[in-house]
């Protein structure tokens, strides 16, 4: 892994199960169907495919908050 790259690391690591049965969600619904937890033999392309579709659908669900009036805001 070269110098300037991080782990892929969950911000809140109690959502990481969720998060990766989102994945696989996305993956099925764009016809990708990994092995079980192992996706190094996908193509990159595909792989980018799946993300991109998984940050439009968060991106979609954060707008459908902010329009109900849910902010999300942190309590520090």
Known sequence: MGSGQKRNTAVVPAARA???AF???VANELGVHPPAGYWGDI???TCGA???H???RMIELAEQSLSQGRF???SF
Do not use: Y
Request: cysteine-free; charged content about 35%; aromatic content about 0%.
């Open 18 to 20: 969720a998060l990766d």
């Open 23 to 25: 994945r696989n969600e």
């Open 43 to 45: 193509p990159s392309r």
């Open 50 to 52: 799946v993300g991109g």
């Open 54 to 56: 998984m940050v439009r």
């Open 72 to 74: 999300g805001q942190k």
